[in-house]
């Protein structure tokens, strides 16, 4: 089946630790997007990569990093200068058809203790 | 400045009733691309229905209508017939620049949809 897979689903993190969001596509789009989603509000940009190797910073990427090394993958990490990640990570891609949406993936709620 | 504004935090409609979620917008490129998009309890972003700056009709696809107000800068959703499974947080979203281009896209903070049975 062609779409996008985040893992994990709920991720407990420790204060000072870094952590690692994945996401993977099958959907051969080349632009791909991560957000961060906090309770009752809309989504807000962190970084987004139009092409491999290349990625740029969005509303809200102080405290994160990214790296584009294939098409198919786009990770986030959140790192301990993140001063309140406990959020919900939505990873997105833009595809060709003719309205260009976003589709996205399931997400990952992420808990720091 | 806030680009996606949604002023309806939430919103209750009977089922088998038509619902109208507001969205106005802030753009000075003249194109650009608005999209609606359904959020369940579940938190998947469900695609509902697009409307492109030039387009010349009012975008709908099946139960979803755009009401397209291009002079007042507004994107208002029409749900018809609302259904139980409509029950959902609802975002609107915009793209500005050609749409050709992968370019970001900014949503507003939403409407909590209830539907009663």
């Known amino acids: 089946d062609g779409g996008i897979t985040q893992s994990p689903k709920y991720l407990f993190r420790k204060e000072g630790q870094n952590v690692t969001l994945s996401c993977e596509q099958n959907l051969n789009h080349d632009a791909m997007y991560w957000y961060r989603q906090d309770p009752g509000q809309g989504l807000r940009l962190i970084y987004y990569s139009q092409i491999v190797n290349d990625f740029q910073k969005g509303d809200i990427a102080e405290g994160y990093s990214v790296s584009r090394e294939k098409k198919e993958s786009f990770p986030l990490t959140v790192t301990s200068a993140q001063k309140n990640p406990t959020a919900f990570y939505l990873c997105?891609?833009?595809?060709?058809?003719?309205?260009?949406?976003?589709?996205f993936g399931p997400g990952t709620r992420l808990t720091v203790l | 400045a806030q680009k996606i504004t949604q002023t309806q935090p939430g919103m209750f409609v009977q089922e088998k009733e038509a619902v109208t979620l507001d969205c106005t917008y802030d753009?000075?490129?003249?194109?650009?691309?608005l999209f609606w998009y359904k959020q369940p309890s579940s938190g998947e972003m469900i695609f509902l229905i697009y409307q492109g700056s030039y387009d010349q009709q009012n975008a709908t696809e099946g139960r979803y209508s755009l009401n397209f107000q291009k002079a007042r800068k507004s994107a208002n959703l029409v749900i018809s017939a609302s259904q139980l499974g409509d029950s959902a947080m609802y975002f609107c979203?915009?793209?500005?620049?050609?749409?050709?281009?992968?370019?970001?896209?900014?949503f507003g903070a939403g409407t909590r949809l209830t539907v009663k049975p």
């Open positions: 753009t000075s490129d003249p194109s650009y691309g």
């Open positions: 979203a915009m793209r500005e620049g050609r749409i050709r281009i992968n370019n970001d896209m900014r």
């Open positions: 997105a891609t833009g595809g060709t058809r003719k309205n260009n949406e976003q589709f």
